[in-house]
Structure formats: C-alpha cells, structure tokens
C-alpha cells in the first residue's frame, strides 16, 4: 500500500465508528528472530489496516511491579503497539495475529476517529 492509499484510507474513516487495540509488551518480547512489535507491524500492514504505531516508552510497570526502564545495559523498555481502523478490520487483525499476542496485554476499544 502506498502512503497515499493509506491516507486514503484513513480519510474513509473519518467520522465513523472505530476500533483501537493497544498491545503492551516491552523489547524483550520476540516473535522468532524478529521482535514481536516489528511482526505485529508487518502483519498490520500486510493485512491493510489502515494505522499502526509502535511507541517506545521510557519507564512504566506492569502487573509484577517491576519497572521497565529505557537504559543502555537493561534491554526492557515498555513498549506500545497501537492499531486503529473500522471494527471488523481490527477483530480480524486480532484473529490472525493470535498466535503472537499469548503472554501480553492487549486491551480494546471502541473510538470515533476524527481527522481534517
């Protein structure tokens, strides 16, 4: 997809119903020899959706209690990986992409998106 199609295709989005799923995983999280947010955005763009991000966080914590910090010697900065598109688009992405989301916190929910 170009980034004109993809730009087209947010534009159809603009002022209907959405979903958004964010995946919470940190660095360390793979997906063979690739990292898991990378394959998750392969799969996004593979499959068309039509926005993914992949944000890279400086300290959080999870259900643990550990802090995940961003520093050279620790390799367990938290990390977010965002998808927005139409519903149906989404809950498909999240069925392909199943047998990588065991072992992280993906969390759902349904937006309006709103653009120019």
Do not use: C, K, N, Y
């Amino acid at each position: 997809m170009t980034d004109q199609g993809a730009s087209d295709q947010t534009a159809d989005l603009v002022g209907r119903p959405g979903r958004r799923v964010t995946v919470l995983l940190s660095v360390r999280h793979h997906a063979g020899h690739h990292s898991l947010a990378s394959e998750l955005l392969r799969r996004a763009r593979t499959q068309g959706i039509a926005g993914a991000t992949v944000l890279e966080g400086t300290t959080g914590f999870g259900s643990s209690g550990s802090l995940h910090e961003t520093r050279v010697l620790r390799g367990d900065a938290p990390l977010s990986f965002v998808v927005v598109d139409a519903p149906a688009q989404v809950d498909a992405f999240l069925e392909a992409t199943a047998d990588l989301l065991e072992g992280v916190v993906v969390v759902t929910d349904d937006v309006t998106i709103h653009g120019r």
